[in-house]
Nanobody, 126 residues
């Protein structure tokens, strides 16, 4: 019954912005850290960033610092990924994910995430 559903992906030009949403169901969002991951064609999946239950952000990759921001609205069962100054190398299928047990830190989500959304496509191109 646990589900995570991403939305908001689109085709944008370099320098553009997007806001992705991850709507969760089947669990109480406030008890879980949520991470964003991405995978581009021909590349391995990589962690992007994560927000824990104390609303602390962990950046999994330095390449998105000062451009990507994560937030959560527990009452709305939604985690957001706000992306600014998008670059072609940001093109990927973006996933949100969490670890099965509550209160797991973001490092645990990175290493052991076991609940995933279906992904939403972000394409950055001129």
């Amino acid at each position: 019954q646990v589900q995570l559903v991403e939305s908001g992906g689109d085709l944008v030009q370099p320098g553009g912005s997007l806001r992705l949403s991850c709507v969760v169901s089947g669990f109480t969002l406030e008890n879980y850290a949520i991470g964003w991951f991405r995978q581009a064609p021909g590349k391995e999946r990589e962690g992007v960033l994560c927000i824990d239950t104390s609303q602390l952000t962990t950046y999994y990759t330095e390449s998105v610092k000062d451009r990507f921001y994560i937030s959560r609205d527990n009452a709305a069962n939604t985690v957001y990924l706000q992306m600014f100054n998008l670059k072609p190398e940001d093109t990927a299928l973006y996933y949100c994910a969490t670890y099965l047990l509550p209160q797991g830190p973001c490092q645990r989500v990175l290493r052991s995430a076991d609940r995933w959304g279906q992904g939403t496509q972000v394409t950055v191109s001129s």
